[in-house]
């Protein structure tokens, strides 16, 4: 469920509200997103009026009583734009201060866990020049250590990751994401849209005999995550 204007508020038959969700489809809602603020390296809220004024949350996680999990997602496209996430990650004090908050944010707020939506370490929006080397471990530190905090509550940990391989080689030290993880949700879509010279699919299952990248596919993207 996003709360990010438009995508919560669509007038007409498009409107789709927290009672309009139905559990019985569900196990899992993430709800997104809340934001880095970047000064105090700490979560919080991206809409103040839908997450707390129109009471969003509350309303979301009230599916937990029907057995679904609710997550918090951090970050998203707009979110990650500039050096935030990183000057969070390549420092341990600033990594330290955001996993005491947002363990504290996530209990009183009543939601089962986090899902992390950097896009992306090292490939900041997809620029893979902007971003330092180190964001890679880095990125895989901070994984590391709300896994830690988060276990003796019980809280899932998630990633919404990228679906380019140079990416993946780039800002994901896959193994350790795999380990500690309770899931990767690879954002198998956007392969192409309007800033491509030719059109493609926006998310083809399969390479096109006339693809200027034969990675740029669902089923590359996936078996090479699971490779790795």
């Known amino acids: ?29 993430i709800y997104g997103f809340a934001v880095l603020d970047g000064d105090q390296m700490i979560i919080k809220p991206h809409d ?6 129109n009471k969003f949350y509350e309303k979301v996680t009230a599916l937990k009583k029907r057995g679904v999990k ?26 330290q201060r955001f996993t005491e908050h947002v363990l504290n944010f996530l209990l009183e707020h009543n939601f089962d866990g986090l899902d992390l939506d950097w896009e992306y370490p090292k490939c900041w929006q997809v620029n893979c020049n902007m971003g330092p080397e180190s964001d890679k471990e880095a990125f895989a530190a901070w994984v590391r250590e709300l896994h830690a905090a988060f276990q003796p509550h019980g809280l899932l940990l998630s990633a919404a990751v990228s679906p380019s391989k140079t990416v993946i080689d780039a800002g994901y030290d896959v193994p350790v994401m795999s380990e500690l ?3 990767i949700a690879v954002m198998a879509y956007d392969y192409h849209g309007q800033w491509d010279k030719r059109t493609g699919h926006v998310a083809p299952m399969y390479a096109h005999p006339e693809d200027d990248d034969v990675t740029f596919n669902t089923n590359f993207t996936i078996h090479y995550w699971a490779s790795q």
């Open 181 to 183: 993880l309770d899931w």
């Open 48 to 53: 103040t009026w839908a997450d707390f004024d």
């Open 70 to 95: 609710v997550s918090l997602a951090i970050g998203g496209w707009n979110d990650s734009a500039g050096g935030k996430y990183s000057k969070l990650v390549n420092s341990a004090q600033n990594r």
């Open 1 to 29: 469920l996003l709360n990010e204007g438009d995508y919560s508020l669509r007038q007409g038959t498009g409107k789709y509200l927290p009672a309009d969700i139905d559990p019985d489809l569900c196990t899992h809602v």
